[in-house]
């Protein structure tokens, strides 16, 4: 889903494109929240990450609610930085990880 969101419109169905648009970024904004709170939860169990790293995860599910209520753009680009800001920290840290 989340490759699918860069397909570029075609100018003859708009309309068509905003459906499969919402769609697929509804999808892959639906699955790398659950998955970031999953994994969030687990990194919590396990002790071995920092509070904030796990604090980053579950405010990622916070701010896919507000965006749900909301529909903001900018909430939209807030998600998607917070998810990428997650989705690095959390690869240095198993890069970094002995």
Known sequence: SIALV???PDPDYLEIFRMFHAFVAFNA???TVICICLYSY???KSGEYKRYHVIIGFTTALELLILLFTLAPLIEWILTINISAWTILTS???IDHK
Do not use: D, P, R, S
Request: aromatic share 8%; net charge positive; proline share 0%.
């Open 29 to 31: 904004f639906i699955g």
């Open 6 to 8: 860069g397909i570029l």
């Open 92 to 94: 240095i840290k198993l």
């Open 42 to 44: 687990l990194m919590l």
